[in-house]
């Protein structure tokens, strides 16, 4: 059984505008639950942690995904960075060393 994971460094996909790149995000992650098929786990980097807070515009998203098995996990130190971990409302916060092994055991690595 092959594993892919994706992986999201920001809250906004591409560069230039932030308010195209959020709206982006959004799209990406609905498609991304509506498809039907999922990654195994979807990884937040840097300020794509806020994605896991309660000020989320994607919690919906996000819900339906855990919901339908995929793993959701967090930076450990990007939460700490940002100070956020008690907005944290949904994923796993994982140190790097389990990054590392996620990454080492999936078959595909997605950046959008």
């Excluded at 992650?29 to 039907?36: G, N, Y």
């Excluded at 996000?62 to 944290?88: D, N, P, R």
């Amino acid at each position: 059984m092959t594993k892919t994971t994706v992986i999201l460094h920001s809250e906004s996909l591409g560069r230039g505008s932030d308010e195209l790149g959020k709206t982006m995000t959004g799209a990406f992650l609905r498609k991304l639950w509506a498809s039907a098929k999922k990654p195994d786990t979807i990884i937040f980097y840097n300020s794509a942690v806020h994605l896991l807070t309660d000020k989320s515009s994607v919690l919906d998203a996000l819900t339906g995904l855990s919901k339908a098995g995929v793993e959701l996990v967090a930076c450990q130190t990007c939460i700490g960075f940002y100070e956020i971990e008690k907005k944290i409302v949904i994923g796993r916060i994982v140190d790097m060393a389990e990054i590392v092994s996620i990454l080492m055991k999936s078959d595909t690595v997605i950046t959008p």
